[in-house]
Every structure is written in structure tokens, then in C-alpha cells.
């Protein structure tokens, strides 16, 4: 039993990196309607973008996560202007494919430097035992830091004037030109902070388990599914959907074989599509 | 005193293949309140989006304060002071009434004077000031009407543009509405209306322009447009 209970605690704190990762991605379809293909990528560069600050530079993980985030939002920047700016608007194939190409190009790029075999960052912290079992302490810390980022984006979008102009121009864009807010500018910057959370995300899960430059599609899957359980678009809803989808592979792990999460993931993805299109939670919007 | 402050010069604009206006020129003067009037489709929407950049003008000119800003972006002209009010209000209906209005003081120019332009909202509109807290998609069509001059106000408008204020509003709180315009145009305010209920807008108004087919057929002082029979007849459908 105590099994159980330690394995539904480790799959919530996972689920916590989850949400955070599919918080990057619902932000910014939450903002200009694109759904960003590139957002697996981007998590596997914080990976090794993590892996690179603690080999070469030999600081603490912890300390470049931060890093990582402010790098990922200037990269994020940068791909706004080259590859989104001009397909806002249009029909929706057109920002899937750009997307699309801009990760395809990341992982090429990726996969000529590093290979796809897996690295990994090695990290001492204490775990938490409970009986004969081990909560692992980078665990407990990447689910803080996690939700430590959730819950300073939303302090971000609803108490400074910047967080909400990018929630303005997400509800209304011609709008928010009529009240002198670049909305272009805002698009770029919020299109940015999503990617900087996906590379944060990356580089939390980084600290965890082995990777290689192709391990941020499996993590951009389940942000899909964290998504479509909290609703496209919804910050809020994202988090609580990544503490749900962590909370079922916790709850099935000890039962099943590992190779069977991903299809009960898919399956709950596909029954609550059907059933819940407008996703399971509506937390903190109107609509 | 009669120092023009908005002029538009020979403007042509439309949508896509479909040309709407075709060289309409008008003049908005200091202090004063302008109104464009016309039957449906005669272009008065089309001038409004045309001079805030919502609609890229083909041609002509829009001059503002002297300087030529017909092909700044949207946004830049916010910033200068040329404010619109959108038709159908457009307001961030899932942030609230205080937010809206916070975002209606976007600019740095209107940013210095959001505590002192949030007080005189409130001043003006009693019901919005009750309302702070709530989403504005929550409102009322009236009350939200309100908080879209209201975000309108906070910019710290030179000229002020609104789009149909009436439409879809009770008699009653379309006359209110018009009341507090008066009461704004007396404390000085720089206004261009543009308004499908002819009475009310040619009985507030100083100067009015009738347009039809993308070009201005008359303009005068708003009382004789009203009493020209022939005009009322032609234009006006009155």
C-alpha cells in the first residue's frame, strides 16, 4: 500500500513538470491561436542547454535553470519574428507547418552535434524515505521549481501591466491597438515566455532522467493531453491538467508494465476529447 | 479656438476588391463635437477605421496635428491621442471593469494621467464605478457601452472617436449616453461621432458632414444640416 501511495506522490510531482511544460504551449495558443509544433524541441534544447551550462561552466543545476529560461525566452523572441510573425492570422495549416519546420531544423541541428544517444546531468539530493521506499529529492525540487514558475506567470499576467496587456491582446487584438498596445510587440514577447517555460521545463526534466535531442516529443504528447484536459488556452487549467495526468501514471505504474502508460494516456486523451471538448477545468476564465 | 486638429484629405479605402470611400475630406476642429452622418454603407465605419488604422487607407491623407499620420500603425496613433471607440464595444470581456479600463491607459502619455482619468470615469459613469471588480463580458450591453467610452477616456484622447454608441442600447440609455457626451464636450473634449440615430447626433453635435457613397455630399453647423428638408429627405431618410 505504502507503494501506491509513494508512487501517486512521485507521479504528481512529475505531473507538475508536465503541467509546467504545457503551460508554455497553451499560452501561446491561448494568445495567437498557434499551436506551436516546435514546443518538444524547445524542451529538449533546455535539456541540453541545462547539460551544457553544468559540463562546461560546472555550476549548479539548480542555478542554471534560470538561465535556461532567460535563454529560452530570447530564442523564443527571435522565432517569433522569423518563423510565426508572418502566419498570425492565416489559416491554421500555415503556423503547424511553420512550427513544424522550425522543429524539424532544431532537432537536425540537434542530432549533428549531440547524436541521439542519450546524456545526462548528475544531481545530489538527499530523498525523502518513506518506509522502504525513496521519494527522490530532485524530484521534490523540479515539482517546486515547477510550480514555483506556474504560479509566478500567473502573478505576471494578472499584476503587471505587461501580463495584461498579453491578456488583452489575447482577448481582443484590434482592440488593444485602439489603447495604444504594440500588439505585435506583445505577441512576440508572449510567444518568448512560452517558450522560455517549455526550455525551464526541459531543463527540470533534465535533472531527472537520461535524454537525447529526441526525448521533447514524448513531453510535448503529454502536453497535448495535459492541454485537452485542462482546456487550450488556459495557464490555470494546464497545471491542474498536468497534476491529473502525473496523478494516473502514478496510480497505474505499480500496476501495469511502463510500456502501457502512453496508451492509457491516449486513450483518456481521445475519451476526453469526445466527451469534454472545452477541457475539464474552467479556472479563471470567462468564457 | 476653431483650430482644426484632425483633417482627412481626398480619403479612398475598402475592403479588399470593394472600394468604400472615395476622396471624403473632413475636418474635426478643436473642442468641438463632429458627427458623420449618412445612410447605411455610405462609409461613416469605414472614415473611423480608416483614420485609426484599422483600415489601410488606398489613398489620400490624414493629418493630425499637422503631421501626416496616415500610415502609422494603429497603436502609434493611440499614443498621439487619435482614440477610437470601437462599434460593438470590443471590450476584454474576461478581464475586469478596472483592468479595462487600466488597459485603456496603455500608453505612457495617457499612463501619467490614469489615477486622475480613472476618477473622472467613475465621475461620469457612477454605474461602471460599482462594477470595478467584475469581468466586463458580464455587464450589461448599456453598462458595457460605458466602459468602452470609458477605456476610451482613460487614453487621454485628443480627438475621441466613437462608432455607433447607440446601437443595440434602450432609448433611454442611448439619451443618457448622449447626455454624458454633452457634459464631455463641455469640459473641452475633442470629439468625431459617427451614429445611425441622426436625431440625437445632429441635435448634440456642432458640425455635422453627411456622407453618402464614400464622399461628403454636405457639411455645416449641425442645426442646419438638421433643418435643410431636402438633405433630411435625401441622405437622412428622415
Known sequence: MTGVIVSIINGLLLGAIYGLAAIGLTLIFGVMKVINLAHGAMIALGMFALYLLVSWLGINPYLAVPVVGVGGFL????IYWIAVHRVIGRAELMSLLATFAVSMIIVGVGTVLWSTSPYN?????????????????????????????????????????????????????QASELMGIPSTRVLAIAFGIGIGIAAVAGSLIATLFPFTILSGASYELKSFVVT???????????????????????????????????????????????????????????? | ?????????????????????????????????????????????????????????????????????????????????????????????????????????????????????????CHYFPRVKERLEQKAGTL????????????????EPKV??????????????????????????????????????????????DHAYVLAEGQVQLEGPAREVADNDEIRKAYLGL
Not at chain 2, 450589461?140 to 487614453?155: F, N, T
Open chain 1, 228 to 287: 485537452v484536459l485542462g482546456g487550450l488556452g488556459n495557464p490555470a487549467g494546464a497545471l491542474l491538467g498536468g497534476l491529473l495526468l502525473g496523478l494516473i501514471e502514478g496510480s497505474v505504474s505499480p500496476f501495469v508494465s511502463v510500456s502501457w502508460t502512453p496508451v492509457i494516456e491516449f486513450s483518456l486523451f481521445v475519451v476526453i476529447l469526445i466527451l469534454f471538448p472545452a477541457g475539464l477545468f474552467r479556472v479563471g476564465r470567462g468564457r
Open chain 1, 75 to 78: 530564442m523564443g523572441f527571435c
Open chain 2, 1 to 121: 479656438m476653431s483650430d482644426t486638429i484632425l483633417q482627412i484629405r481626398n480619403l479612398e479605402a475598402g475592403y479588399g476588391e470593394v472600394q468604400v470611400l472615395w476622396g471624403t475630406n473632413l475636418q474635426v476642429t478643436s473642442g468641438q463635437l463632429t458627427t458623420i452622418v449618412g445612410a447605411n454603407g455610405a462609409g461613416k465605419t469605414t472614415t473611423l477605421r480608416s483614420i485609426t488604422g484599422w483600415v489601410r487607407p488606398s489613398g489620400g491623407q490624414i493629418i493630425f496635428e499637422g503631421d501626416d499620420i496616415t500610415r502609422l500603425p494603429t497603436y502609434r496613433k493611440a499614443e498621439l491621442g487619435v482614440v477610437m471607440v470601437p462599434e460593438g464595444r470590443q471590450l476584454f470581456g474576461d478581464m475586469t471593469v478596472l483592468e479595462n479600463l487600466e488597459m485603456g491607459a496603455f500608453s505612457a502619455r495617457a499612463r501619467a494621467y490614469q489615477a486622475r482619468n480613472l476618477e473622472k470615469v
Open chain 2, 140 to 155: 450589461s450591453g448599456g453598462e458595457q457601452q460605458m466602459v468602452a467610452v470609458g477605456r476610451g477616456l482613460m487614453s
Open chain 1, 121 to 173: 546531468v548528475q544531481v545530489d539530493m538527499p530523498g525523502l524515505s518513506i518506509g522502504r521506499y525513496t521519494i527522490p529529492g530532485n524530484h521534490i525540487v523540479a515539482a517546486v521549481v515547477a510550480i514555483l514558475v506556474a504560479v509566478a506567470l500567473y502573478l505576471f499576467l494578472y499584476y503587471t501591466r505587461l501580463g495584461k496587456a498579453i491578456r488583452a491582446v489575447a482577448s481582443n487584438r
Open chain 2, 160 to 205: 475621441l472617436m466613437i462608432d455607433e454608441m447607440s446601437l443595440g442600447l434602450s432609448p433611454l440609455l442611448a439619451q443618457q449616453l448622449f447626455q454624458t457626451l454633452k457634459e464631455l464636450r463641455e469640459d473641452g473634449l475633442t470629439t468625431l461621432l459617427v451614429e445611425q440615430n441622426v436625431h440625437l447626433a445632429l441635435a448634440l453635435a
